[in-house]
């Protein structure tokens, strides 16, 4: 299986960038121990060298560039809470703002609704699960950075969470634990300052047990300083769906466009049986495309003909309420299970990939296999989930395999709703599901036309125009010259 950390391979790959990029050797040497968190600047390093390179302007955007991948400010703080058992536990909890330019800027998209400018918060998910350090929310933090820029929402950098392990707690340790983080946690968020989300570990039940906690504390009621929240106090429509539809209908655009062919009877690979692949999976099917995995980290479900809605109702009722492994529903779905595999390292023929797990997950053996199997694009649901030697194999085979859109363009849907969470919620309005989803479209739409405007292959112009849109601000703020 992959690891979530990543391993030698990173650090090679990143040894390998030391002369090409001279410029980033004192945040090489500062931050060594956070691999993860230098795979992402690499990786984006990559696609922006012909702006470091440019003789009139390539040190400013050195410069700008080495600004944005230092956070404005890191939170670091003990989470205390009691076990079933009634013992003392204690864990970490942090939260990184990375970057806050463009939440002063307006947000376009709203106009039509709102007269006045906008000014936003830092935005990004919260993550509970064993591997999380300041390394891996400094990685996710700065991918957000781009992601945001790319919605056109006014919106910063920012990424949370704890390193518990929330599959080996119980509903009541979850709830205090969500309490205890939540009464550190909430003197330095707010709607105007920052506004997280829900992430890996980080779902509806503990968005709505940490909001319910802020208003305890705070006395402060009907504010969007949590998005991903129930309907029933202050959510949106669409927002459970919004990665993984906005990811289905920007790969949608991508292969309408560059192939000339519809997603209708398309073999399409899901990697996860998260909030992301599972509704990833269920927009694909409604568009006609054949779903032939899902996975979680102890295997892979495979369905040769294209899994069924009646096995799509059985994995959400397994994750969204038994909260159970797939392994144990092996016998109520028509697909196959194989223990300790992934989508990515077994031999199945598909036309699209789409990472859904999380980082790191795709190998350059994974991305070998795909390319030699046929795949013809890979549209990422997670943070970076093609290490850096498969992203180059995709590079490197880009005339079979033409289509590649990173997470911080493909995977922004969510975060697209969220901003639209939050407008609701300023103006006390929810509005209809279809016009939310007429909205996620809209934006997914935006996303795809910056990236073939700013980028001779989709993965350079989604890096590029989330890049220049924040250098450029941070040039008019004065804060980089």
Not at 336 to 364: G, M
């Amino acid at each position: 299986m992959t690891s979530l950390q990543g391993g030698s391979s990173i650090t090679n790959d990143n040894n390998k960038h030391c002369d090409r990029f001279p410029f980033l050797s004192l945040l090489r040497k500062n931050y060594q121990h956070q691999p993860v968190f230098l795979q992402a600047v690499e990786e984006m390093a990559i696609n922006l060298e012909p702006l470091f390179s440019d003789p009139t302007h390539g040190e400013f955007y050195q410069r700008a560039f080495l600004v944005m991948a230092e956070p404005e400010r890191t939170i670091s703080f003990r989470v205390p809470w009691e076990d079933d058992n009634g013992n003392m536990k204690y864990n970490r909890g942090w939260r990184v703002e990375f970057n806050s330019a463009l939440s002063h800027a307006t947000h376009a998209a709203h106009a039509h609704t709102h007269s006045r400018s906008a000014l936003g918060p830092y935005k990004g998910g919260l993550r509970f699960h064993p591997t999380v350090d300041e390394g891996i929310l400094k990685f996710l933090g700065f991918e957000q950075i781009f992601k945001n820029a790319l919605t056109g929402l006014p919106l910063g950098g920012g990424k949370g969470g704890s390193d518990i392990n929330p599959r080996a707690m119980s509903e009541n340790e979850i709830r205090r634990f969500c309490q205890s983080f939540m009464t550190e946690l909430h003197r330095h968020i707010g709607p105007s300052t920052d506004v997280p989300a829900g992430d890996i570990g980080v779902g509806g039940r503990e968005i709505g047990y940490m909001y319910g906690q802020y208003k305890r504390l705070t006395n402060r009621h009907g504010e969007g300083v949590l998005t991903g929240k129930s309907m029933l106090f202050g959510g949106s429509h669409i927002r459970p769906e919004a990665t993984g539809y906005g990811l289905v209908y920007i790969s949608q655009i991508a292969i309408e466009r560059k192939l000339g062919i519809s997603l209708e009877g398309a073999r399409c690979a899901v990697s996860g049986s998260g909030n992301v692949a599972q509704y990833a999976a269920q927009k694909l099917m409604q568009l006609g495309a054949k779903v032939i995995t899902m996975s979680d980290s102890n295997g892979v479900l495979i369905f040769e003909d294209g899994m069924k809605e009646e096995d799509w109702k059985e994995i959400i009722h397994a994750k969204q309420v038994l909260r159970a492994r797939l392994s144990s529903i092996e016998d109520d779905v028509t697909g196959r299970y194989v223990a300790n595999e992934t989508p990515w390292s077994v031999d199945v023929e598909y036309d699209f990939a789409y990472p859904c797990a999380t980082q790191n997950e795709v190998t350059k053996a994974g991305a070998e296999r795909l390319v030699k199997n046929g795949a013809k694009g890979l549209f990422e649901g997670a943070n970076l989930p093609t290490d850096a030697e498969g992203q180059q194999v995709l590079r490197d085979n880009a005339d079979s395999c033409p289509l590649y859109i990173p997470g911080k363009a493909s995977n922004a849907g969510g975060v697209g709703v969220s901003g639209l969470e939050m407008s609701q919620n300023a103006v006390r309005l929810q509005w209809k599901p279809e016009e939310v989803d007429g909205k996620l479209k809209e934006m997914m739409a935006g996303i795809y036309s910056q990236m073939e405007l700013s980028g001779d292959t989709l993965e350079k112009g989604a890096n590029r125009a989330g890049f220049m849109k924040v250098a450029q601000t941070m040039k008019e703020l004065g804060w980089v010259s």
